[in-house]
């Protein structure tokens, strides 16, 4: 049996309420209020990040050797040339002998890229495959999109044995259909006319691929507990289980109004969702939209029960802070240029043979723990730091990305630069041993207390825009759930 | 068996700079003005110099690297020429590479120079250096700023010993209105005006818990100091000034990487004072010392020294700066010159203000801050931040 081993999602922890995002540029736009909120990543958050955070939830305990193989399905790529999955796999400290690809140019990448690490694994080629699917779509500041698109990640790990979901089988389509696009220059997403993407493209290809997939299965829609797709208009969404003869209960709520359209992540963070309230035996139909549709057909083993303790969808839609501005959303997602002051201004080059050197230390978060006393200690070191130990030579690889910490003391700074003011940065004590300094996100300097538990975030540290460098760090956070 | 310094080096010159935002100065003409002093002060000519040591911290924006622009600034003829760095000690860096000099018998008279433009950036605040950590560090090291990196010490100072936010900056305000009292009767310090606990208490915040009036001057400014062995030292002066301690202590990466240090105090302080004592034949610091100009870049800076150096009880300063101990009228007065909160924080000269207040003390020669007939002054000098750092500490008598 293949299918789903383990599952895991993220939210990022800020919100922004669709009026105020109306209250600043609705005078351009009238007729672009929507309701609720969406989910936006904090400044020092893009796709790459999110999917980090999402597989660490997927992960969960998981033997890293013995993942095999990482696909990244996103159509928000911080690097257009550099493997964005090659990054990913090095935060979360896999082994380099491990295949990673980058599934993109379409929001149906994320299922594109499920069915792939289904079929790697289906063939024997390999053993477990981990499948992260996350965006950070960008509409332009006054139009549609803005309200719609939301930011969101989740993880799949595909294998073949301790299976919760198994793959039952698939149907896809794609046509060149052409309602949203970015060419290699554009910044923001171009769209076609609304009413012909709700009524030709939208409306179409889902029930076109779901229809397909039952057809090949000989199943009709009372065979699955739950059916899952994308919400890009709230009513034509509603009219498309209908009229497949879906009820009301079947039709796995979208989310829209709380998190956006998350783009390549939306429909596998719908299916996290899914297989959280999923009991043995259920069976689900998956269908993503863009370009076409892939229609995937799960059906949860008991195995399900044992892949229960994650904050997946659940949690961090619960975990969540109101952002409060609009003009805060868009310093963060860069649409707005800001004044950095001299000392933003001054970021010295990166040295990519340093990064490649100290790759382990710096992405992957793995210091080194001395054979003879037992101490971890950060950054990784030849000759021992306990002033009692000193040995040379006697040390292993330890990684700290996913051990918690707490907070030994911490700063609040207005004179370093942050898009976010005051950086906030500290010393922090992991447990079992070793510290180090941090920058501390996703917290207000009032709520931040010495001795407070912390966990680890990758996190992109700083972004040259005049050499082209997303650099990415860990970062503290409080505990989020 | 080492002899250690004492009573080997005697310091017969010294100069200093008007200290400030010296917008019409370059760094040449900083050194100049201390070097003009430095020599006449002595009574020595140029070419007296045997050898010399140039102290910057930020190249960047000063100097340039080397001992270089030294040389050929003051025109100096093809003698041994030496640049140190060590953060913000620097300026005594430089200094003990002239005294080790002359210590050794090398050379009779050598000259150290520490010399810092600053307010050649645009901003505020010290020099953005992404990399001064390192380059592998740059990437997993968070963009703090010195303010920051000591503002984690009163976070913890204040949580470790109990202290409201409120008790905890009232006492550290303490620190800044004597400093400013001080600096106020100094023509020479770049922040010259009194104030008071309320002004420091209400100030915008830098990095919190600390405030605008508990972060030192950011300065232009060079110091100089010309030295000689011991046994010359009469010739040039009644008064010379002679090294009864000289120590240095540089952090072992444990504070930074092992848990067992409390952010609380620093370790390299209480390692270098106490070699310091010893070297100097001190006993009791509290009691022996008369006067000293320790590192108060930030007031919190100031207040740990208190208890590092051995005079205040751990986690009591609180006490003895309530009570005046360190007032300019108090047992040990500290910063009598103002101190890097007042006088100014040139980087690289410091090291060499802060021994340019102990030499004019000890020859009487401070006007209205006079300390009363000091016998032992000391100077604390540190670079870097809590967790990674220089300490230097001199100790001087007549």
């Keep these: 049996m293949v299918g789903i081993t383990s599952y895991g999602a993220y939210v990022p922890l800020y919100r922004i309420n669709r009026m105020t995002i109306y209250g600043a540029l609705g005078w351009l736009n009238p007729a672009s209020l929507l309701p609720g909120e969406k989910a936006v990543a904090n400044y020092d958050e893009d796709s790459l990040t999110m999917a980090v955070a999402s597989a660490m939830d997927c992960l969960n305990g998981t033997e890293r050797e013995k993942i095999d193989g990482l696909f990244f399905a996103t159509t928000t790529t911080p690097y257009r040339e550099r493997q964005n999955a090659g990054i990913i796999a090095t935060a979360l400290d896999l082994s380099p002998e491990i295949r990673t690809s980058d599934f993109t140019a379409s929001i149906k990448a994320g299922t594109g890229a499920l069915i792939s690490a289904y079929d790697a694994v289906a063939s024997g080629s390999a053993k477990n495959v981990m499948v992260c699917a996350s965006d950070c779509r960008l509409g332009k500041p006054g139009g549609f999109q803005e309200e719609i698109y939301g930011d969101g990640a989740a993880a799949l790990l595909l294998g073949d044995s301790g299976v919760i979901a198994s793959v039952e089988g698939s149907y896809s389509l794609s046509y060149d259909f052409v309602d949203n696009w970015r060419a290699a220059e554009d910044k923001y997403n171009r769209t076609w006319e609304d009413r012909w993407i709700r009524d030709e493209g939208y409306g179409k290809f889902i029930s076109e691929a779901i229809s397909g997939l039952l057809n090949k299965y000989k199943l009709t829609p009372k065979d699955f507990t739950k059916v899952v797709y994308p919400c890009l208009y709230v009513r034509a969404h509603a009219d498309i289980g209908k009229r497949l003869g879906f009820e009301d209960g079947q039709i796995q709520d979208h989310m829209f109004t709380a998190i956006g359209n998350t783009g390549t992540a939306y429909t596998l963070m719908m299916l996290v969702a899914a297989l959280e309230e999923a009991k043995p035996g259920d069976k689900i139909l998956v269908a993503s939209y863009g370009n076409g549709s892939d229609a995937i057909f799960l059906e949860v083993t008991g195995e399900i029960e044992k892949a229960r303790k994650r904050r997946g969808i659940k949690e961090h839609l619960a975990s969540k802070k109101d952002l409060g501005s609009y003009e805060k959303y868009v310093t963060f997602r860069e649409i707005l240029t800001i004044d950095t002051g001299g000392r933003g201004e001054e970021v010295a080059p990166t040295q990519q043979s340093t990064l490649w050197r100290e790759r382990r230390m710096i992405l992957g978060l793995c210091g080194s723990k001395c054979r003879r006393c037992g101490t971890p200690q950060y950054p990784p070191q030849e000759i021992c730091v306990n002033p009692k130990c000193g040995a040379i030579g006697e040390m292993d690889s330890y990684r700290f990305s996913d051990k918690r910490a707490s907070l030994f003391t911490y700063t609040g700074d207005i004179l370093a630069f942050s898009p976010s003011p005051p950086a906030i940065y500290g010393m922090v004590d992991f447990e079992g041993g070793g510290r180090w300094l941090f920058d501390i996100t996703d917290a207000e300097l009032d709520s931040i207390e010495v001795g407070m538990p912390v966990e680890m975030s990758f996190r992109r540290k700083y972004h040259d825009v005049s050499r082209g460098i997303h650099a990415y760090y860990w970062k503290a956070t409080p505990i989020r759930v | ?398």
């Design chain 2, 1 to 398: 068996m080492a002899e250690g310094i004492k009573d080997k080096v005697a310091i017969i010159g010294m100069g200093c700079t008007q200290f400030g935002e010296r917008w019409d100065k370059g760094p040449q003409d900083l050194m100049i003005e201390a070097f003009i002093e430095a020599i006449e002060d002595a009574g020595i000519e140029k070419k007296d110099i045997n050898a010399a040591w140039s102290g910057t911290c930020y190249e960047e924006v000063s100097i340039g690297k080397s001992a270089i622009p030294l040389a050929a600034t003051l025109k100096l003829p093809f003698i041994p020429a030496t640049r140190v760095e060590n953060f913000c000690a620097t300026g005594s860096e430089a200094l003990r590479g002239a005294c080790y000099a002359v210590a050794a018998g090398a050379y009779d008279i050598c000259l150290a120079l520490g010399v810092e433009k600053l307010k050649d950036t645009g901003y505020g605040g010290l020099p953005q250096n992404d990399t001064q950590m390192g380059t592998s560090l740059r990437a997993a090291f968070p963009n703090f700023t010195p303010p920051g990196a000591f503002a984690m010490m009163g976070t913890r100072y204040f949580a470790q010993y109990g202290l409201s936010p409120d008790e905890g900056k009232r006492a550290l305000a303490h620190i800044s209105v004597k400093s400013h009292h001080n600096g106020a009767m100094n023509p020479k310090a770049h922040l010259r005006r009194e104030i008071t606990i309320e002004q420091v208490m209400n100030a915008p915040i830098v990095a919190w818990p600390l405030g605008l009036f508990d972060c030192c001057g950011v300065s232009d400014g060079a110091a100089a100091a010309i030295v000689t062995r011991a046994e010359l030292a009469k010739k040039f002066r009644p008064d010379p000034v002679y090294v009864k301690a000289l120590q240095i202590s540089v952090s072992s990466g444990e504070e930074l990487m092992f848990t067992d240090w409390d952010y609380a105090h620093v370790e390299t302080t209480v390692n270098a004072s106490k070699k310091a004592y010893s070297e100097a034949g001190i006993k009791s610091p509290r009691e022996e010392l008369s006067m000293m100009e320790v590192h108060d870049c930030f007031s919190i800076t100031e207040l740990t020294v208190y208890e590092d150096l051995g005079i205040s009880p751990r986690g009591r300063a609180k006490e003895d700066i309530e009570a005046g101990f360190y007032d300019l009228d108090g047992k040990i007065p500290c910063q009598p010159d103002g101190g890097l909160k007042c006088f100014g924080h040139p980087i690289g000269a410091s090291g060499l203000r802060m021994m340019y207040e102990m030499y004019k003390q000890l020859q009487g020669k401070a006007g209205p801050r006079q300390v009363k007939n000091p016998k032992f002054g000391l100077t604390h000098n540190m670079g870097g931040i809590p967790p990674v750092n220089v300490v230097s500490t001199f100790i001087v008598g007549l």
